[in-house]
Nanobody
Framework: QVQLVESGGGLVQPGGSLRLSCAAS????????MGWYRQAPGKQRELVAR???????NYADSVKGRFTISRDNAKNTVYLQMNSLKPEDTAVYYC???????????????WGQGTQVTVSS
């Protein structure tokens, strides 16, 4: 059974940082493309960052220069480092794994349960 378990969400002030973790079981992350999506209330789920193949990464324009996706294959874990957080980053963040390019939600094979990130003073 495949499980992706996110952790690290919480409440942070604007300008602060958080690091999200996604620990996988039942799959070997190095065999998959990995991504982080987010969904704010009343909005569609959107791709935030993805790690493709041997090391290529892509980011939504709204988070470029502030967020970094990384992997630790030995720990079978993917991370999302989020710096300079803004109130508009508030959302539920989901870890995603897939054999395709994760350009959209239908290309995701496995989802985590989500972790809430709230940016507020």
């Amino acid at each position: 059974q495949v499980q992706l378990v996110e952790s690290g969400g919480g409440l942070v002030q604007p300008g602060g940082s958080l690091r999200l973790s996604c620990a996988a079981s039942g799959i070997i992350l190095s065999n998959y493309n990995m991504g982080w999506y987010r969904q704010a209330p009343g909005k569609q789920r959107e791709l935030v960052a993805r790690s493709i193949g041997g090391g290529s990464t892509n980011y939504a324009d709204s988070v470029k220069g502030r967020f970094t996706i990384s992997r630790d294959n030995a720990k079978n874990t993917v991370y999302l480092q989020m710096n300079s957080l803004k109130p508009e980053d508030t959302a539920v963040y989901y870890c995603a794994a897939g054999l395709k390019y994760l350009r959209e939600t239908r290309e995701v094979d496995y989802w985590g349960q989500g972790t809430q990130v709230t940016v507020s003073s």
